[in-house]
């Protein structure tokens, strides 16, 4: 995701409309990946951790341990070349 405001903003909004007993999903750039070329991973707000996106929802009322973590992905970059990627994706669900 690529978020035009702030990820904050959207993480609290994207929690919000989530049903009790619901799954939040979130995927998105991790920071720690290399520049590729592709114009989007250079967009700082674009780019997360795990740990990030899981201090957003309130703990008293999400079961975050299903997943928060940085996934790796190879891609081919505009230039031809294989490069490791790494996604951050949490993977919560909203307690009943």
Known sequence: MHP???RDSLFR??????APGGTLLIAGHH????RTGISHA????????PEE???GPPSSKWEIVVV???R???ITDPYGREVTMRDTV????RLP
């Open 90 to 93: 949490l993977r919560a669900r």
């Open 31 to 34: 920071p720690a990946h290399p």
């Open 53 to 55: 996106v899981a201090a």
């Open 72 to 74: 790796p992905r190879t």
């Open 13 to 18: 909004g994207l929690a919000a409309v989530v």
């Open 4 to 6: 035009a405001t702030s």
């Open 42 to 49: 250079a967009v700082a707000h674009a780019r997360f951790t």
């Open 68 to 70: 928060a973590e940085a």
